[in-house]
């Protein structure tokens, strides 16, 4: 459903994206692995039209992504940030109501009704109208998982979830995640937590230097890594 | 105590002192109301331009609008605007002074919202794009209002600046409270109770102001932080 082509991307003399070549199935759960700097974000970033690549294509089931509208990707693709980003000014329910509403998607009565489903479920209802910085890093970014879930995404692209946050949050979103992929979304999970990957991936890619190094069936990549640097990678992030 | 007399009561003085400060007040509003509406459009266009490098005519000549006002004394460029630019137009003295003092505070209230806009996180911007909403969309509903309210406290000091800024406007002959205190002071042969007075009434202005914005704020940050 998902196709990145030839992409490189490149800031200045960097070049972070160096010909990436990946096939997203309908379905898949993709871990993508690699050291700091060597492109994970950049990747998703492309994918999400945040960045523009310097060259090569992204398609959709088929189409260009740069020639799909903003408000149409977004019930296509999600993304959720390390940084959760939730909109500082606006209460919790508001910032999982405002783009649905703003985007004619939903009337304001569907659109809270939704919402408060989603916060029902995952025991966050009392935090309706608080504002995002009287809620810990793990509620935050479960509220940024139901901000982008409300659209409805076929996809989500998630780049390191947990990466700013205490080992109690940590497993409530690695949790949140499991449920979201139980039932059956296609994801591309940018993490560190090797722990988590390993039982929750069915493919998983490594990346170094702006290219993919090895993608393959997750399993036979942690139960026995024969490459070189995905074994000194592994080593290192598990010590 | 004669003098004070002379100054306030003696052919109802105190009464220009009252008129300079409504006049004071008047223009400074205006030049406020004004200020901000253009320092948002400047602040806008900018933005426009150096995010998705549109309007690249607009962008420059906001840029030098900027520097001119920035570059040059204000009592020059409302000299520039009553002597040259509404010379021979019939309109009234004060709307020439909140014109002037407006197109002035339009170029720091600029300065003051890309300030604004540029402590608000970029990622606000990137949810906001990842979430389907387009530039304006974001710019509408996320970063512009937690701009403006990161911009609330220097923009109350603009607020104060302007008050004593637009004490140059007697210059030209407006009838402000700098020239009703002045008034007074010739035509009584006396300036220090003229010239006292009027500072207190500034004074008066000034703190009183500064205290109210200091309470909104508190009150702003209680609620929202
Ligand atoms: N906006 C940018 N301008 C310039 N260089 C950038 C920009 N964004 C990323 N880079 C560079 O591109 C390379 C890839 O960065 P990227 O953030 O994709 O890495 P990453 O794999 O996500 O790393 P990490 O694990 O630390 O998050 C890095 O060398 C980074 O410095
Ligand atoms: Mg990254």
Redesign the pocket.
Known sequence: MLEVKNVVKK??D?T?LDHINLKVKKGEKIVVI??????????LRCINLLETPTSGTIKYEGVETINIKRNHLSQKIGMIFQSYNLFNHLTIIKNITLVPIKLKLMTKEEAYKKAYKLLDEMKLKDKAGRYPRELSGGEKQRIAIIRSLILEPEVLLI??PTGALDPENIKDVLKLLEDISDTGMTMVV?THEMNFASHFADRVVF?EH?KIIIDGDAKEIFVNPKNVRLKEFLSKIRS | MDNLYKSLIVDNRYKLILNGLKNTIIITIGALIIGITIGLFITIIQNNYKENKKNKLLYYLTSLYVKVIRGTPVLLQLMIIYYIIFRTANINIILVGIIAFGINSGAYVSEIFRSGIEAVDKGQMEAGKSLGLTYWQTMKYIVLPQGFRISLPPLGNEFVTLIKETSVAGYIGIMELTKSGDIIASRTYNYFYPLIITALVYLALTLGLTRCLKFLEKGESSVRG
Request: charged share 15%.
């Open positions: 800031f200045g960097i972070a690699g050291p700091s700097g060597c492109g994970k974000s950049t990747l780049d390191e940018v990346m702006g």
